[in-house]
């Protein structure tokens, strides 16, 4: 097998949560040019439909479904809807998240739940109902769980104690899923952006965009296609022997 055959995503079937805007987006559109079979859910049907038209433009025909994944009881219909339309799943895409902006003295009970819920515990019942439903039978499935940076260090000018306890429980779930499902063919691995423009850091961005070019070794934000590499290289053969690691994608920022 060439190396450029290591990449190609054809044939394979790919979900990927808060898959509507932003780095979920960003994500769904590198598989897809990449071969594979595309699924995005999110909250918002418009959102969704605004998607599924850039896709389109892209080339890529993506399956759309309104899902909120912080409601267990949401998960099993995803699924099903996912499977029932192309017969399976390979590469589960664990996108969807929030946060919250509070000093952690005054961080709100249910804004900390809130984020908790989806960004940790819907990392682990996305997880388990495409293992459950796909993965475990196939003997092989490829799990991508996008956490962040805040897993890996503390940002000194943010107050936002529930996204960095969430993320980095979602880092170490990474770990304990690769060691768990390793057997049944399952690689898990992590993703960890660094600041990239979006609907969700719009607001931390416009006060601290300066300061945190500053002191990324390669002087600049994430852009419209820097996670579509890492993305499709963890989604792919290329990185079959690759299972229970994160690759952060910061400008070097997490290292400064």
Same mark, same amino acid.
């Given at each position: 097998?060439? &190396?450029?055959?290591?990449?190609?995503?054809?044939?394979?079937?790919?979900?990927?949560?808060? !898959?509507?805007?932003?780095?979920?987006?960003?994500?769904?559109?590198?598989? !897809?040019?990449? $071969?594979?079979?595309?699924?995005?859910?999110?909250?918002? /049907?418009?959102?969704?439909?605004?998607?599924?038209?850039?896709?389109?433009?892209?080339?890529?025909?993506?399956?759309?479904?309104?899902?909120?994944?912080?409601?267990?009881?949401? +998960?099993?219909?995803?699924? *099903?809807?996912? &499977?029932?339309?192309? $017969?399976?799943?390979?590469?589960? +895409?664990?996108?969807?998240?929030?946060?919250?902006?509070?000093?952690?003295?005054?961080?709100?009970?249910?804004?900390? =739940?809130?984020?908790?819920? #989806?960004?940790?515990? $819907?990392? #682990?019942?996305?997880?388990? *109902?495409?293992?459950?439903?796909?993965?475990?039978?196939?003997?092989?499935? =490829?799990?991508?769980?996008?956490?962040?940076?805040?897993?890996?260090?503390?940002?000194?000018?943010?107050? /936002?104690?529930?996204?960095?306890?969430?993320?980095?429980?979602?880092?170490?779930?990474?770990?304990?899923?690769? +060691? *768990?499902?390793?057997?049944?063919?399952?690689?898990?691995?992590?993703?960890?952006?660094?600041?990239?423009?979006?609907?969700?850091?719009?607001? +931390?961005?416009?006060?601290?965009?300066?300061? %945190?070019? *500053?002191?990324?070794?390669?002087?600049?934000?994430?852009?419209?296609?820097? #996670?579509?590499?890492?993305?499709?290289?963890?989604?792919?053969?290329?990185?079959?022997?690759?299972?229970?690691?994160?690759?952060? %994608?910061?400008?070097?920022?997490?290292?400064?």
């Amino acid at each position: 097998m060439g &190396v450029r055959d290591l990449f190609e995503l054809k044939g394979r079937v790919a979900l990927i949560t808060g !898959g509507s805007r932003g780095l979920g987006l960003q994500i769904a559109q590198g598989l !897809g040019e990449m $071969g594979a079979s595309i699924a995005i859910s999110a909250r918002k /049907a418009a959102e969704l439909e605004q998607a599924k038209l850039h896709l389109a433009s892209q080339g890529i025909d993506a399956l759309t479904v309104v899902n909120d994944l912080s409601k267990p009881e949401q +998960v099993p219909m995803l699924v *099903e809807t996912v &499977v029932k339309h192309f $017969g399976s799943i390979n590469i589960l +895409v664990n996108n969807a998240g929030t946060s919250w902006g509070a000093a952690a003295e005054r961080h709100p009970l249910d804004a900390w =739940n809130k984020v908790m819920a #989806l960004n940790a515990t $819907g990392v #682990l019942i996305a997880s388990q *109902e495409v293992a459950n439903r796909c993965f475990i039978p196939q003997r092989a499935g =490829n799990i991508i769980v996008v956490a962040s940076v805040a897993a890996l260090r503390i940002g000194e000018n943010m107050k /936002a104690a529930a996204y960095y306890a969430s993320k980095a429980a979602a880092m170490h779930l990474t770990r304990a899923l690769a +060691v *768990e499902w390793g057997p049944y063919g399952i690689r898990v691995n992590a993703i960890c952006p660094g600041f990239f423009p979006s609907k969700m850091s719009r607001a +931390v961005l416009e006060t601290i965009t300066p300061a %945190v070019i *500053e002191r990324t070794p390669l002087g600049r934000l994430g852009g419209d296609t820097d #996670l579509m590499g890492a993305a499709v290289y963890l989604a792919s053969d290329a990185s079959r022997h690759v299972t229970g690691q994160y690759i952060a %994608v910061d400008g070097g920022a997490s290292i400064t």
